[in-house]
């Protein structure tokens, strides 16, 4: 661009001049090639077809709410992530559908006239119906129409963290809907230890699972095969007796190869008392039973075991910045619902006080797919580091060409990937350059760009 400028012999504007015409360029290119998208007969192969997003997501706010971004006064040019998943800034809507309960059918929905807010209109060709949904855009959110029967059961949580690390959570919502499925057969021991194999000092005891005093390894296992590798499962059980001290541990394979369940946090240290037991953790590809044993093949007294359940549950995704190790959260779950959550690593390095982690759906939230173009991130600052503080879809901290991104506070930066710019190809590029050097040309006699006075003095 600064070339095209002074073999022009044109007088020279200030890097932040440059950047309001790039960005205004960028803006009437992106206009003309969304435009042009609908009349293409090849869209999949339109140049237009890769600012395309598709999202599935569930209903997380209640209203029939979406967060598309983040900005009431200007929209950001960099991928959102909030508690409601990933978003990009949103261009147009090209198309909406809803699906309010696992197993029912698409419902489409259709925009509200152009300065209709809501649904409170009088026109019966326009009015929302629950077999004519609506959608209007409100400030930072899309919001649907009728939607009393749009369901947002997922939980909401927030963690805390202290030097770096997670040190706490809260429970905002405990959601619903989550699986209620006990993977264990006969985990209150009724009447026997059936579905159980255990070693020679394991017995049924009244209801219970008595483990005899012992100087020898102790074992009670039972398969599982209903582990999905990557998924997250918590386990739940009581006990009691003990010598306090002493230690018990819990794993989810026989001996190795090694499942997930495997670090420190599968001991437990006995009081002599009551211990609630909850546990979280992810299963890998070894994941394939439950099992209690003695840990240094030592019990003084006896230790009974009682209702064990293990159940799969929802992801927890912390929106994070940390440089070094990501957090591992497990929920524990009750009858459905969120009630705890179990660090499984507390993670390091973050600079965030506190935030709102992403909870995977419940079964019983309502969905929505949502295609939409996105905002172009593009900018033209050779080697521009990306810099979340930018509110305008081109900054100067992004240049055009080609990039990858790399999770960062509140979005993407891309200072890991070697890449130092995002954006388009060269024909576009070339294009957004001439449109900026055009405008530019034609408003070097503006009174708004006559404060430069070293006339000589080029583009920089």
Known sequence: ??????????????????????????????????????????????????YIVTETKSFKDSGGSIRVHNNTS?????????????????YSVIDMNIILSAGSGFLGVSPLPPGVINDNISDPFNKPTSNDRKYNIDGTRIRVYPNNDILNNDARITVSRTSGAVSGSSILKKG???????LISNGTFDTDLTDWNETSGIVYDN?????????????????????VAGRFYCVKFTITGGTAGEKIAVRDYVNTPL?????????ITLTGNQIDVEIGWQANEYSARFKIDTVN?????????????????????????????????VPITDNGEITSVFI????????????????????????????????????????????????????????????????????????????TNWGCGPEAAESIVKKAVRMMTANIESPLYQVNSIEEKRSE
Do not use: C
Request: proline letters at 5%; glycine letters at 8%.
């Open 1 to 50: 661009m600064d070339l095209l400028l002074d073999k022009a012999d044109q007088a020279y504007f200030t890097t932040a001049e440059k950047d309001k015409f790039l960005t205004m360029a960028i803006m009437q290119w992106y206009e003309s090639l969304v435009a042009d998208y609908g009349s293409s007969p090849s869209q999949e192969n339109h140049e237009a077809a890769k």
């Open 74 to 90: 200007n929209t950001t040019p960099y991928p959102y992530n909030t508690y409601m998943g990933l978003s990009y800034p949103l």
């Open 176 to 182: 619903s809907g989550y699986s209620t499925t006990n």
């Open 207 to 227: 209801g219970k699972v008595k483990f005899n005093p012992t100087t020898s390894a102790e074992v009670l296992t039972q398969g599982i095969s209903n582990y």
């Open 259 to 267: 499942g997930g369940l495997v670090s420190d946090d599968n001991q």
């Open 297 to 329: 093949d030592l019990l003084t007294t006896a230790v009974y075991i009682d209702n064990v359940e293990i159940f799969e549950v929802p992801t927890l995704t912390v929106l994070d910045n940390t440089s070094t190790t990501a957090p591992v959260l």
């Open 344 to 419: 499984r690593n507390a993670g390091a390095g973050s600079t965030l006080s506190s935030s709102e982690v992403l909870v995977g759906a419940s079964s019983t939230s309502s969905t929505y797919t949502l295609d939409y173009f996105k905002y172009p991130i593009l900018s033209n600052v050779t080697g521009g580091n990306f810099d979340e503080a930018h509110e305008n879809p081109g900054t100067s901290d992004i240049q055009l060409g080609a990039g990858s991104l790399r999770y960062g506070p509140k979005g993407f930066d891309d200072s890991a990937t070697g890449v």
